[in-house]
């Protein structure tokens, strides 16, 4: 799930600090919410919780997410060289040598470690001990998705979502809160949507024929599976997030659950996504987040609908 746009596939290389900022795909660290989707539902219920703990938490998985970018490139660079987008990555457009690289990447890694050490005096041994779990489980499915997972369909997809699930877990566990089914079945469902629309994406704005040499599993992916495979995914997501609408109802309700009223920017957020990547406008969903106005507009109306009703319109627990 990268960065990108047409636009970069004219560009020269970037050379210099904007080549490791490049690199360390900084703009990614956005996938970051998601450690902090927990803590935010959870004081929103009331709950005690210790941002600078759960801040440590959001640097350190962002290191790790660098780190793990880094290596990644290195080993793509071959097929990176063959994606209209891709080959300008730093190391498949020679901006950065691989020892260079590697030195980079091993940086991240330790500036993770240490976010990860400095937890233990914030949040407790036994909050920071299962983020530090999270991050280490997150590092090595990234690292098994990049030697062995990739190669397969559904698993490669599969091995994705895991990653966010794992940024989940290790947020809530930093803020010392027990993060909920429906939060996990949530997250699950939308990442793996993201990941198979990619995969459509690409086969929208590439030669069927060429997909395969950027992406080796697209040998056996195809149209069909994908796009039932995005439609699932995205009906999962919907229903999983009404189901948690629903099950919150004593919370919201005045007059009716007004938390329902954030299920209308969701799903047009969701399906304006399955149009545009369906059209070949975009090969990576999570592009449509900085390029794309209405899809922009349904994201800031959640977000400012679900805080509005969660923050004002909570009922207060007895």
């Not at 062995?148 to 979502?161: C, M, N, W």
């Not at 996990?184 to 929208?204: I, P, Q, W, Y």
């Not at 919370?251 to 399955?274: D, S």
Request: glycine content about 8%; hydrophobic content about 50%.
């Amino acid at each position: 799930m990268d960065e990108a746009s047409a636009h970069d596939t004219q560009a020269p290389p970037r050379r210099g600090l904007r080549a490791f900022i490049k690199l360390a795909r900084l703009h990614q660290w956005g996938k970051g919410v998601f450690v902090l989707v927990g803590p935010v539902y959870g004081t929103a219920a009331g709950q005690s919780i210790e941002w600078l703990a759960v801040g440590l938490a959001f640097f350190a998985f962002g290191f790790a997410s660098s780190g793990c970018y880094v290596f990644n490139d290195i080993s793509d660079a071959e097929s990176d060289r063959h994606h209209p987008r891709k080959r300008r990555r730093p190391i498949a457009s020679g901006a950065i040598s691989v020892p260079v690289a590697r030195l980079f990447g091993a940086a991240m890694f330790l500036s993770s470690v240490a976010c990860l050490a400095a937890l233990f005096g914030v949040a407790g041994e036994g909050g920071a001990l299962w983020t530090a779990l999270a991050a280490i489980g997150y590092t090595l499915n990234v690292s098994a998705y990049t030697h062995l997972f990739k190669h397969h369909i559904i698993a490669d997809v599969v091995s994705l979502a895991i990653g966010f699930v794992l940024r989940v877990l290790g947020g809530c566990a930093a803020a010392g809160i027990e993060p909920s089914t429906w939060l996990l079945n949530c997250t699950l469902f939308v990442s793996m949507f993201l990941a198979f629309a990619k995969r459509l994406g690409e086969r929208r704005t590439m030669d069927p024929g060429e997909a395969h040499k950027a992406r080796g599993v697209q040998l056996v992916y195809t149209d069909d599976l994908l796009r039932m495979a995005v439609v699932v995914t995205g009906v999962a997501s919907l229903l999983t997030y009404a189901g948690y609408v629903q099950a919150q109802a004593q919370w919201y309700t005045h007059g009716f659950n007004l938390l329902w009223v954030t299920i209308l920017p969701a799903t047009y957020a969701l399906l304006r996504c399955i149009v545009l990547v369906e059209r070949g406008d975009y090969d990576d969903p999570t592009e449509l987040a900085t390029r794309d106005r209405a899809f922009q507009v349904a994201g800031v109306a959640f977000v400012a609908l679900t805080a509005v009703v969660v923050l004002w319109w909570r009922v207060p627990s007895t």
